[in-house]
């Protein structure tokens, strides 16, 4: 643990700590919510199982959308400051490749970046600590405590440090930030819908000459070769330069790529690893990490995002975009989003007053994403017929102004009031669509 954990954890047996708001869990989500919450004054605890630096399933590129919320919480974006600068996406398909550039734009930077999980999330983390947040390394949330009125969370049970002590931490609203499998959404009811799209990412690093390559690359052909029969599958296989001699080489899929059975995803990924240009040098001697997985939830898949003084940030409230499986701009931006409600929350003089500030937090999560997400929901649909993923492998890179429309449609990157008839187009879409 570090000296302010372990400071703050130096008990000698069951003890209770009280604050305004808690939030479970340190990835970007909880760490973004928490420093927005306490740069306002608040008494914030941030509750994190493991102890930083800790390791994550990831891609560990970022859009210029998460680039915006690092530049918001004062971190220092410059390549000199550790990370890596890239220009766009690369699309590889049947042989061909397209370069897409980020859009210019007023709302976002025109640059993505690079950096490996464990040395991210301990950076969110240390930034939220500088402006006051209390952090809980190595503690392992067990449940809720509840009002037995009204049935409302007032704090968390955890066990605490290697000798896994109980602790009680009370507070009048928590943020379950915990993850795909947020044990604290389900202890209070918050199920997954079954009507939403989930997805799969696996990853591992090589050694590569392509470390330093300043776009994302992403190869469109992923494929399953079981019963001796090729199917195209949806999803894709990536390769980000980390800038540091390595990449980070994985595939995302969605769940409607698993018909007839689940596949061996590991085997996946070192089968297509095997078979890509000999100068990747993705060979079984330069692989530097094991193959690690994750499950993505997307489309809002969680819900309700807020109920009962408990709000949902992140991969527990479904935020990855079924689009792309991009998580961690939305995790970030979910993050802001609930800190602002909050914060208006408890300035109310009244609880009624609270509450009204509470619930509107849902409908902002579905005024600023639930027609992107229907979008990609459909874009899910769609791309699960294997007539049009071949078509779309075999033709798809020969039309570059239409890759660009569907480029900057699927990363969500418009200029939201002006731009150009691209923009104009994606706006209207996005309203159009269906919020739910």
């Known amino acids: 643990m570090t000296e302010t954990a372990a400071s703050e954890a130096e008990v000698t047996g069951p003890c209770e700590s009280s604050a305004d708001v ?86 976002f930077p025109d640059f993505g970046a690079v950096r490996r999980r464990a040395d991210f999330d301990e950076l969110l983390v240390r930034q939220g600590q500088s402006v006051g947040v ?28 290697d000798e896994k002590r109980p602790v009680t931490f009370t507070a009048p609203l928590v943020v379950a930030a915990d993850g795909n499998s947020t044990r604290l959404s389900l202890s209070m009811g918050r199920h997954r819908r079954q009507d939403r799209p989930m997805g799969v990412a696996y990853r591992t690093y090589f050694t590569s000459p392509r470390h330093d390559d300043r776009y994302l690359e992403a190869w469109m052909d992923l494929s399953d070769h079981r019963d001796g029969k090729r199917r195209l599958l949806s999803g894709y296989g990536w390769v980000f330069g980390m800038g540091d001699g390595t990449s980070n080489v994985g595939l995302g899929v969605l769940d409607t790529s698993t018909a007839g059975g689940e596949l061996d995803w590991r085997e996946l990924l070192r089968t297509w690893c095997a078979g890509m240009p000999a100068e990747y040098g993705f060979t079984p001697a330069n692989m530097t990490m094991p193959i690690r997985g994750a499950a993505l939830p997307m489309a ?29 701009a939305y995790a970030m931006e ?8 909050i914060v208006q929350a408890l300035a109310r003089i009244t609880p009624a007053g609270r509450e009204r500030a509470l619930q509107s937090y849902p409908r902002i999560l579905r ?9 990609g929901r459909s874009f899910v649909r769609v791309m699960g017929n294997q007539r049009v993923l071949k078509l779309g492998a075999d033709h798809g890179l020969a039309h570059p102004t239409l890759m660009k429309f569907v480029f900057k449609l699927m990363v969500n990157l418009s200029e939201p009031r002006a731009g150009d008839a691209a923009d104009r187009i994606i ?10």
């Open 300 to 328: 809002l898949n969680r819900q309700p995002h807020y109920a009962d003084g408990l709000l949902l940030v992140g991969d527990a409230a479904g935020m990855v975009s079924p689009s792309t499986g991009e998580g961690i």
């Open 134 to 161: 209390r952090l809980f390394e190595q503690a392992n949330v067990s449940g809720p405590v509840l009002d037995s009125r009204t049935g409302r969370i007032t704090g968390v049970t955890a066990r605490l440090g």
């Open 334 to 341: 979910s993050g802001r989003i609930a800190a602002d409600v």
């Open 367 to 375: 005024d600023s994403y639930g027609g992107h997400f229907t979008l």
């Open 22 to 107: 808690i939030v479970v869990g340190a990835g970007p989500a909880g760490s973004t919510t928490a420093y927005h919450l306490a740069r306002t004054g608040l008494d914030v605890l941030l509750l994190e199982k493991a102890a930083f630096p800790r390791e994550k399933v990831c891609g560990d590129g970022l859009t210029p959308r998460a680039v915006k919320q690092l530049v918001d919480m004062g971190i220092d974006v410059s390549e000199s400051a550790g990370w890596l600068h890239n220009k766009g996406l690369r699309i590889v398909s049947g042989g061909s490749g397209l370069e897409l550039d980020w859009p210019e734009l007023a709302a």
């Open 427 to 436: 706006n209207a879409l996005t309203r159009l669509a269906p919020r739910s």
